[in-house]
């Protein structure tokens, strides 16, 4: 079945250390995104890509990385600069940025670091 | 700079009412996209509905219609018929222009259906 994936559903970490989440899409869609979204609140746009090997910063993209080495993977690197680390992650696709409006979304990464 | 505004942090219907949920949106852009997600406990978004800034009418999916009112620059999403599945987190957002790709989104709804 074509989907969004991410790993994995829960993920624990201590401070200071650099954390990746992985996010896989068999959808061909070239445009991924990567939000955070924490409790009682709306998502976060942290960084987009529209294309391979091209990414851009979003709302809140300060102490987060990311790569697009490839059409169907964007994994997102949470750092030890970010403040506040502790949120749930939502990875998302669409065909592509300019023409198409309906985002698909994975079943999230919930991090806590302590 | 985009904002949605979701007024109502919960709401309870009976089981097979319809229900309203708020969405009022501010942007200087003329052309966006609205749109409504369900987010079910497990967290994942689901798509409910998109609305075009130019369309002439409401959008309609199913038992999910748009009440789409550009003056009062308002998008409400009506549930028909309510289930006890519709119980979840409900997400207004809005897009500028032709791209998707700066999705903003409300603080959300959370809805109870009550049998």
């Known amino acids: 079945d074509g989907g969004i994936t991410q790993s994995p559903k829960y993920l624990f970490r201590k401070e200071g250390q650099n954390v990746t989440l992985s996010c896989e899409q068999n959808?061909?869609?070239?445009?991924m995104y990567w939000y955070r979204q924490d409790p009682g609140q709306g998502l976060r746009l942290i960084y987009y890509s529209q294309i391979v090997n091209d990414f851009q910063k979003g709302d809140i993209a300060e102490g987060y990385s990311v790569s697009r080495e490839k059409k169907e993977s964007f994994p997102l690197t949470v750092t030890s600069a970010q403040k506040n680390p502790t949120a749930f992650y939502l990875c998302?696709?669409?065909?592509?940025?300019?023409?198409?409006?309906?985002?698909?979304f994975g079943p999230g990464t919930r991090l806590t670091v302590t | 700079a985009q904002k949605i505004t979701q007024t109502q942090p919960g709401m309870f219907v009976q089981e097979k009412e319809a229900v309203t949920l708020d969405c009022t949106y501010d942007t200087s852009d003329p052309s966006y996209g609205l749109f409504w997600y369900k987010q079910p406990s497990s967290g994942e978004m689901i798509f409910l509905i998109y609305q075009g800034s130019y369309d002439q009418q409401n959008a309609t999916e199913g038992r999910y219609s748009l009440n789409f009112q550009k003056a009062r620059k308002s998008a409400n999403l009506v549930i028909s018929a309510s289930q006890l599945g519709d119980s979840a987190m409900y997400f207004c957002a809005m897009a500028p222009g032709a791209g998707s790709y700066q999705l903003t989104f409300g603080k959300g709804t959370k809805l109870s259906v009550i049998p």
């Open positions: 998302a696709s669409s065909i592509d940025s300019s023409s198409s409006y309906e985002q698909y």
């Open positions: 959808l061909n869609h070239d445009a």
